[in-house]
């Protein structure tokens, strides 16, 4: 199977996690903060294991290591800049929804506007993945679909809070998961015309995962305070660097 055909399924059922906002239908509110509480944290560990254990390194290992180094901090200050144009903020399903609005309100516009520019980078950083290898390919596929599990059921709740039905919320974040295809194509193009220029999507969207897990899910993460969930918490993110690191193991 080739690193495009492997890359074009990870991207598919990663997609696939836009639509996770089906189950906040058959779920009550405290039962989905309870779930959220354990994806938010497990997520933040993947994403933080995938960007230290295997992005960088591999990057490291085949660019020049300062030129790498500045690509990181250029993924973590574009992301910055990104969610300070759009007001690009996870709700993590801790608002209060509303779903009878006669109109959209312009936030709506906004997360999908945000997260189909992220989404883009998402195909970038699985297709440059897989062609650097397999196992790196399915470490990073895993690391996003974490992330994007609580992601998209924040987006989904922004979305109907914003004036969508269920069904059109769904379809909308539906679409824009799909731009993910998008940045995989990007990816091979770039490869195609400088495989040189791989290492350094990688280590772009490295520092992506970092800014996400940094700025976005441990600010929620700290928000509780009770010491017996805190405890839980951070066995969860460290859970989430082993298994990063245990994806070393079949390389």
């Known amino acids: 199977m080739t690193p495009f055909v492997q890359s074009a399924l990870a991207v598919g059922v990663v997609s696939l996690a836009?639509?996770?906002?089906?189950?906040?239908?058959f779920l009550r509110e405290d039962s989905l903060k309870r779930a959220l509480f354990i994806l938010i944290a497990l997520a933040a560990g993947a994403l933080l294991g995938n960007a230290f254990i295997h992005l960088i390194p591999e990057a490291f290992a085949k660019a020049d290591p300062t030129?790498?180094?500045?690509?990181?901090?250029a993924g973590i200050l574009s992301f910055f800049l990104l969610?300070?144009?759009?007001r690009w903020h996870h709700s993590h399903g801790d608002e209060e929804f509303h779903p009878d609005h006669a109109k959209i309100h312009p936030l709506g516009r906004l997360v999908l506007i945000s997260d189909a520019l992220h989404n883009i980078v998402d195909g970038v950083a699985i297709g440059a993945a897989f062609l650097v290898s397999t196992e790196i390919g399915i470490a990073t596929a895993i690391a996003i679909a974490l992330h994007e599990i609580p992601q998209e059921i924040g987006d989904f709740g922004l979305l109907i809070h914003s004036?969508?039905?269920r069904l059109q919320a769904l379809f909308v974040n539906f679409l824009s998961a799909l731009t993910a295809f998008v940045g995989l194509g990007l990816a091979f193009l770039l490869a195609d015309?400088?495989?040189?220029?791989?290492?350094?999507?990688a280590a772009f969207a490295a520092g992506n995962f970092i800014?996400?897990?940094l700025a976005d899910i441990i600010p929620e993460l700290?928000?509780?305070s009770d010491v017996r969930r805190s405890m839980v918490q951070f066995a969860v993110i460290v859970l989430?660097?082993?298994a990063m690191v245990g994806l070393l193991g079949l390389e």
């Open 222 to 224: 700290q928000k509780i």
């Open 67 to 73: 030129l790498v180094a500045v690509v990181v901090l």
């Open 240 to 242: 989430g660097i082993i």
């Open 163 to 165: 004036g969508f039905s």
């Open 18 to 25: 836009s639509l996770v906002g089906i189950a906040t239908l």
């Open 211 to 213: 800014y996400i897990a």
């Open 193 to 201: 015309a400088n495989e040189t220029l791989i290492p350094l999507i």
């Open 83 to 86: 969610e300070k144009f759009l």
